[in-house]
């Protein structure tokens, strides 16, 4: 799991801040988590179905409403503050080439993603988990404690043991608010989960929503769940229904922009739009993600560039000393290669550092030889000889054709090696 921070500002000019959460594999999509009432982007609900939905492909910013958690601000300014924040929220990652075309919203927080979707034109679907029906229940836990209260002024309330301040103009802009009209004309494909058992925002709310929403819509029921969905499996299973779901309507944002089928020969880099560096490294076995450390600013959801070159090297070294120790008939069991990276200074150049245990009964002379061997596999004599890198632009804006190397040549270059006539005096 990869977690960084995500901060951006609101109208206002306060910091708000995020996390950004992405999984092992490929971004499949952007999303946006709101979270509830008072709450913020550690609480558990949002915690753990943007961990759950980045696993699945699904990258989630989580982060706090205005004056909640870490963000600036005053908290109070109502269902309008809130959509605001969650409008900017968007805006921010689009900037950074993560548009969100999902908005999750759990609680209150369903109801400023019901209401922010229509200012975003990428939010193609839109999930809400324990949402009310209307913006102005949340005044069923606050409202006593604002009657009669003059308009400018702001009294103590205390909302699920935790107390703060509110004024008239909350009432005012929470009752300002026309959801259903909001709901009737979202236009946005919607996902309905909630809890028959929720006893802070009653199931009849769902009923509301799904009857207003227009087609495509869909309810899920999450069966003996609690409003806060504190049991890690409730959380859990909404995020996977809120990811199979959402694929059908954000699932091909990868191939409508671009997304090739593997290269028939060589290989293929591509950034994925995850961070500042990650990109999808595809041959014609399969892909894996490469990009940098969190303390440089990736993401840290693969190797680096140094370490697949080190992969490279260190892979050669033990396929070349396996195929030779097989064709001497030695008793090598098993290989491992340990390499170390030093970055060129002033004084010196790159330095590779390799470290290679042998398993088996092998007596010292076969591993000494081994051992020199090592310094034969193909990518070690590329690396200290010479090389040459050709450069010339790909016809088109996406390629479809891989290097012209093939992936029999690496294993022929191998098998040269057994064919070295400085060898021959090695063989049985």
């Known amino acids: 799991m990869a977690t960084v921070d995500f901060d951006f500002s609101n109208p206002a000019g306060r910091k708000l801040t995020g996390v950004l959460e992405t999984g092992q594999g490929p971004v499949r999509a952007w999303a946006v988590f709101a979270h509830c009432f008072t709450c913020d982007k550690t609480s558990l609900a949002a915690t753990r179905v943007s961990r759950a939905l980045a696993e699945l492909g699904v990258g989630v910013l989580r982060f706090d409403f205005t004056g909640l958690g870490e963000s600036e601000g005053e908290f109070g300014k109502g269902l309008s503050g809130d959509v605001q924040d969650l409008v900017c929220a968007a805006r921010a990652m689009e900037a950074t080439g993560r548009a969100p075309h999902l908005l999750i919203g759990h609680s209150f927080g369903g109801a400023a993603a019901l209401a922010a979707a ?142 090739l089928a593997p290269p028939a020969q060589g290989l293929r880099v591509e950034e994925t739009g995850g961070g500042q560096f990650q990109v999808r490294v595809t041959a014609a076995s399969g892909s894996f993600l490469a990009d940098e450390p969190v303390s440089v600013g990736g993401l840290g959801s693969g190797p680096t560039p140094y370490d697949l070159l080190g992969a490279g090297l260190g892979a050669c070294t033990a396929m070349t000393m396996r195929l030779y120790a097989d064709r001497k008939g030695w008793p090598l069991e098993r290989v491992v290669v340990e390499v170390g990276h030093a970055a060129k200074t002033a004084s010196a150049p790159d330095h590779f550092t390799r470290k290679i245990g042998f398993g088996g009964g092998l007596d010292e002379a076969q591993q000494a030889r081994l051992l020199e061997i090592a310094d034969r596999c193909p990518v070690h004599r590329t690396l200290t000889e010479s090389a040459m890198v050709s450069t010339e632009r790909l016809p088109g804006d996406r390629p479809d054709e891989g290097a012209e190397d093939s992936p029999e040549d690496h294993l022929h270059r191998m098998q040269d090696l057994c064919r070295d006539p400085d060898l021959k005096r090695d063989r049985p």
Do not use: M
Not at 245 to 259: F, I, K, M, P
């Open 118 to 259: 229509g200012a975003l034109d990428a939010v193609k679907a839109v999930a809400v988990i324990g949402a009310p029906f209307d913006a102005e229940h949340v005044l069923s836990h606050v409202g006593e404690a604002l009657e009669g209260v003059a308009p400018g002024r702001r009294v103590p309330v205390s909302i699920a043991g935790r107390d703060f301040e509110l004024g008239a103009d909350f009432v005012e802009d929470i009752r300002s608010h026309n959801q259903q009209a909001r709901i009737a004309g979202l236009k946005r494909a919607l996902l309905v989960l909630h809890s028959p058992v929720d006893d802070i925002v009653s199931i009849d709310n769902a009923s509301g929503i799904f009857q207003t929403a227009r087609h495509p819509k869909s309810f899920v029921s999450l069966d003996h769940a609690d409003h806060l969905l504190t049991r890690k499996t409730d959380a859990d299973y909404a995020a996977a229904v809120i990811a199979a779901w959402a694929s059908r309507y954000v699932g091909d944002v990868a191939a409508a922009e671009g997304e």
